[in-house]
């Protein structure tokens, strides 16, 4: 390994998007949010990511809010801080591949109310999935990071990755995110692998990953050894568990040492101060579950990421199944292999965990198979990294043909007719990006609004459901 690099490691805060979309399936509300946001724009974090994701379709679906005015009031409170999204390429933040209009049309406003950087990844590691993205991004003068969906399997090398970084550097992005969804990565690996992007590319490297397995704060420590630039933390009522690593945590562990933060840990425990009674208050609904704030090892087995698990417990629950959990846990693994081992983060994640779930409760593997399943098999989310298994496929596809280009360009321009299917509930340009992501969502949200604006209170909140695919 290479000499330890010794520098001061940034931050980048979770807990306004991927800290609460792991631990309570999306549910923070906005008014819940920014009373908090003056404080956290103090702090000098790298970045703040508070959009994207689930955060989307969950505002929408469950909230009834809607997420472009979330962002616009995120951008007017922090004035000091940059603004993240996560972003998933070709999906952008659905569950299928978009035409390339609607990826440039939704990256053009995401950047125009509020966001600075555009994290960018794509759930089968297909760089071709993330061009019409990254090309977006830099066009509208956004910082593009594309994040490596970290996973292991047969093909999962240290050049697997290097490879990866070199052609990421070539396409043009700004920095390189390891998105260890599932909190695989053990410490001394971590190194490793830190180690080895830091030597064949130039550009800042950022390291994502979830406390599931128990390793997570030691993975940071031996990142930030091994010149890792920024870690992305979460503040500790919304960390650990199947977040991120603790905020303050980091940060005092680092202090007066050569990777010192040199973020107020006293400004942080104020910040903390707000978010614990939040806490509980979704600790005694029932929505934050116990079963995903432990340490469970076998997750380095099953290597299920934290929204994924969450998700898992919450559908299992809904239909009275909740003993076959570790039934279905045991199937994901093999699920996965017969699909080229993708790695498990939206959406591969909702395939593999649906069919997993499918195969058990019915008693047959693929005897039930959603159409997300067959269109991976049929190549329509893009390539993955291992052949899928040849029996499955044509037991789930029949005779049909296999695409091998890139998805999207089978896909027509896709906003005219968007437009024109929301004309009589259009109040902004970014409706049509709603409803083309999410089109029954987006109608009964834009139903809902219509209504509030006449006094008629129609419906509340939904902070309590839990059957959302994170």
Not at 32 to 56: H, N, Q, S
Not at 82 to 100: A, E, S
Not at 174 to 194: F, H, N, Q, R, W
Not at 377 to 404: A, C, H, M, S, W
Request: proline letters at 6%; one cysteine or more; charged letters at 25%.
């Amino acid at each position: 390994m290479a000499d330890t690099v010794k520098k001061p490691v940034k931050i980048t805060e979770t807990v306004l998007r991927d800290a609460h979309q792991s631990l309570i399936a999306t549910r923070m509300t906005t008014e819940e949010m920014l009373p908090i946001v003056d404080k956290m724009d103090k702090v000098g974090y790298r970045a703040v990511e508070c959009w994207g994701g689930a955060t989307f379709d969950a505002a929408l679906r469950f909230l009834h809010e809607d997420p472009w005015d979330r962002l616009r009031k995120f951008r007017e409170g922090f004035k000091n801080t940059k603004l993240q999204m996560l972003f998933r390429g070709q999906n952008i933040l659905g569950y299928k591949p978009y035409p390339d209009d609607v990826v440039e049309y939704f990256v053009e406003k995401s950047i125009a109310n509020g966001i600075d950087v555009i994290r960018l990844f794509d759930c089968l590691n297909d760089l071709r999935n993330l061009e019409t993205a990254v090309k977006a991004t830099k066009k509208e003068g956004g910082e593009a990071q594309i994040a490596f969906s970290y996973t292991l399997g047969k093909a999962y090398s240290l050049d697997y990755w290097v490879e990866k970084a070199k052609a990421v550097e070539a396409m043009g992005a700004d920095s390189i995110c390891i998105k260890d969804m599932a909190g695989l990565l053990l410490p001394y690996t971590t190194a490793e692998l830190v180690t080895a992007l830091k030597s064949a590319t130039d550009l800042p490297i950022e390291l994502h990953t979830h406390y599931t397995s128990g390793e997570a704060s030691m993975a940071y420590m031996k990142a930030a050894e091994a010149g890792c630039d920024i870690l992305d933390c979460a503040m500790s009522p919304f960390a650990l568990g199947t977040s991120q690593p603790a905020t303050e945590v980091m940060v005092a562990a680092f202090k007066g040492t050569p990777y010192d933060t040199g973020l107020d840990l006293d400004l942080l425990a104020e910040i903390a101060d707000y978010f614990r009674p939040l806490r509980e208050k979704y600790l005694e609904n029932g929505l934050m579950n116990p079963k995903n704030m432990g340490v469970n090892i076998k997750t380095l087995q099953y290597q299920v990421p934290g929204g994924m698990l969450s998700n898992l417990t919450s559908q299992l629950a809904n239909m009275n199944a909740e003993d076959k959990f570790y039934d279905v846990l045991e199937e994901v693994p093999r699920v996965r292999e017969d699909m080229g081992e993708p790695p498990l983060v939206t959406p591969s994640s909702q395939i593999v965990g649906t069919q997993a779930v499918m195969n058990v409760l019915t008693g047959e593997r693929y005897k039930v198979v959603p159409q997300e399943t067959k269109d991976l098999f049929l190549g329509r989310y893009g390539k993955t990294t291992l052949p899928v298994n040849p029996e499955i496929q044509k037991k789930v596809i029949g005779d049909e043909e296999p695409i091998t280009c890139r998805p999207a360009d089978l896909l027509e321009p896709g906003l005219p007719t968007f437009e024109k299917a929301i004309e009589a509930y259009k109040k902004q340009d970014e409706d049509v990006l709603t409803y083309a992501l999410f089109p029954e969502v987006a109608l009964d949200y834009f139903k809902y609004r219509d209504a509030q604006e006449t006094g008629v209170d129609v419906r509340k909140a939904d902070t309590e459901n839990k059957a959302y695919p994170v």
